[in-house]
C-alpha cells in the first residue's frame, strides 16, 4: 500500500529498559511523567503534506531496503509493532484512535549526540524506516483479541550467520497496550508541549492537515547483547517478525525468514537490505 498521505509517529519508552540500552535515557531528563511506567513522548517520523518545511517531509517507509549514510554514525534497528490507525478529530482535537493492522516495524535509528529532537534521528530521508508489507487485522485492540498472542522478535543476518538482535518479546509486555495506550496517545496529541526531545504534535497534525490515518510505531524491544554493540553495515539483513506463538516457534521463525518468500498467515516480516544511500 500507499504511506505516502499516512502521518507517521512513534512512542518512545514504552518497553522497560531499552531507552537506557539505546543510550536515549539522557535526553528525557527535562521530561516529567505522571506514571513511572508510562511511555516518555511520542514524537513525528513522517509528515505529509506539511504547509512548513520539515526534514520529515520525506516518506521514509520501506518494506526491502535501509539506506544509510557513509558517515561514521552509528545506525540501529529499532525492533517494532507499528499500528495502522484511523484518527477522529472534534474541535481540531484527536478524540479517537482506532488501530485497524498491525505490521512488523522497524524505527531504525541513528545513535546521533547532541540531537534537539528525538525526530532529527528517525529520518534521513526514503527508505530509512521499515514496515511489512504483511498486515495482521486486529479483531479487537483490547485484552482477549487477537494479538494477546503475538510475539515481537528480531534478527540480523550478517556474512550468512543469524544473530538474534532483540529480545523476543510478547506484545502485551507493552509498558502500555490496549485502551492504556490508546488513552494516552490521544492525551499526548493534546496536550504534548515542545519541551526537550518532544514535540508539539498538535501543531504537526494541524500543519499536515489533519490526516484521517496515522501508522504508529508503539516501541522498541530491549537488545540482547549482540543487538546492543552492534550497528548496521552495507550487506547486512535486518529482519523484525511479529508472529502468533501459538502457531509458530522461534526455532520455525528462524527457519522461515531464511527462505526467499514467505506467505504464512498470521505473521508479519519485515525484511530489509542495508546499502550506502546514494548522493550523500
Known sequence: MSWDDIIGFGVAGNMAGHLEQAGEDRDFVSVSVLDRK???GMFPFYLPHSTIEHQLHVMPLSDSIIEIKPDGENYQIEPEVS????????????????PHYAMAHNDCSIRKEGAKKISEKKNWGANTKGVSAQRIEIDSF????????YQLTSYLLRAGTLH???ISSPLTTYSYFYEELIDWMVDRFAYQEDVGPLENLQEHLATSGYPKQALISIGATRYTDFGASNYLQPGDVSIVVVYDRRKYSEADIQELIQEETHECSDVSILKQRVILQANS
Not at 483490547?142 to 498472542?149: M, Q, T, V
Open 142 to 149: 483490547a485484552s482477549g483479541g487477537i494479538l494477546d498472542h
Open 83 to 98: 499500528l495502522l490507525c484511523s484518527l477522529e478529530y472534534k474541535n481540531g482535537c484527536v478524540v479517537s484512535i482506532t
Open 38 to 40: 508510562a511511555p516518555k
Open 164 to 166: 538474534h538482535y532483540g
